[in-house]
C-alpha cells in the first residue's frame, strides 16, 4: 500500500516553544491530508482537513491559531503547535488518500508523533 | 446525539479460537464502514472496506458484515494468533465527505 510518513514520532518541548510536524505521501499525491489527535484509550479525533493549495477547514473546537496547517505541496502537509502548553501533549497522527474522486478508499496513516510539553 | 461504540474496551481470547468484535452506531447513515489495526505507539493500518450495499467482506482470515438495519458491524478473525494483539478500530464514512469517523477501538489480546 502507499505510504504517509510522518516525522518526528517523538518530540519534547518546553511550555511556550512551537513544534513543527510534518507528514509526507512518499508515492502519490495527496490532495487532501487529515490531522488527528488521540488521546490514550480513545478515539482518533479529526482536528482539520488539509486541502493542498487553500487553508485548512478545523473541527469545531480546534484552534486554528494555535494548530496552524500549511498543505503547499500534493505530498507535504505541517501541522505547527504554536506557543505549546502541557495539555497539548498528545498523540497527533496524519492521513492521506489518493486521488479525488476516490471517496470510498483507504486512508493512509503516518506513524504518529508523540508530544510531550514540559 | 451521533455515536459509534465498540463493543469492549479490551477483550482476550484463547490462540486459535475466533475473535468477534462488534461496531454499532446511531444516529448515522454511513456510505462505508473500515476496519484499522493500530498497534501501540503507532498510526492505524486500514483492514479492510464494506460499503453499505455488501452484507459481508471477507480477507484471508478476516471477515467483516454489515448489517445497515441494525447499523451494526461484526469484525471476525479466524483461527486468532497472538500476533493478531492490538486495538482495532472502526470507522464510518458519511456520505460524500472525505473524513472518517473513528470508534475508540477494541483491545484484542490472543493469549498463547
Known amino acids: 500500500g502507499a505510504v504517509v510518513s510522518q516525522h518526528p514520532s517523538r518530540v519534547i518541548c518546553k511550555s511556550g516553544t512551537s513544534v513543527k510536524i510534518e507528514c509526507r505521501s512518499l508515492?502519490?499525491?495527496?490532495?487532501?491530508m487529515f490531522w488527528y489527535r488521540q488521546f490514550p484509550k480513545q478515539s482518533l479525533m479529526l482536528m482539520a482537513t488539509s486541502n493542498e493549495g487553500s487553508k485548512a477547514t478545523y473541527e469545531q473546537g480546534v484552534e486554528k491559531d494555535k494548530f496552524l496547517i500549511n498543505h503547499a505541496s500534493l505530498t507535504l502537509s505541517t501541522l505547527t503547535v504554536t506557543s505549546a502548553h502541557p495539555e497539548d501533549s498528545s498523540f497527533y497522527i496524519c492521513?492521506?488518500?489518493?486521488?479525488?474522486?476516490?471517496?470510498?478508499?483507504?486512508?493512509?496513516f503516518g506513524q504518529g508523533t508523540r508530544l510531550t510539553v514540559v | 446525539s451521533q455515536k459509534i461504540e465498540q463493543n469492549s474496551e479490551a477483550l482476550n481470547i484463547q490462540e486459535g479460537k475466533t475473535a468477534t468484535l462488534t461496531c454499532n452506531y446511531t444516529?448515522?447513515?454511513?456510505?462505508?464502514l473500515q476496519w484499522y489495526r493500530q498497534d501501540p505507539g503507532r498510526g492505524p493500518v486500514f483492514l479492510l472496506l464494506?460499503?453499505?450495499?455488501?452484507k459481508e467482506k471477507r480477507k484471508e482470515r478476516l471477515k467483516v458484515t454489515f448489517d445497515t438495519t441494525l447499523k451494526q458491524s461484526l469484525f471476525h478473525i479466524t483461527a486468532s494468533q497472538p500476533a493478531d494483539s492490538a486495538t482495532y478500530l472502526c470507522a464510518l464514512g458519511i456520505g460524500s465527505a472525505r473524513q472518517l469517523t473513528f470508534g475508540s477501538g477494541t483491545q484484542l489480546t490472543v493469549l498463547p
Open positions: 464494506i460499503r453499505e450495499n455488501e
Open positions: 492521513s492521506a488518500r489518493s486521488g479525488q474522486g476516490a471517496v470510498n478508499t483507504e486512508a493512509f
Open positions: 508515492d502519490f499525491q495527496a490532495t487532501t
Open positions: 444516529n448515522y447513515s454511513p456510505a462505508y
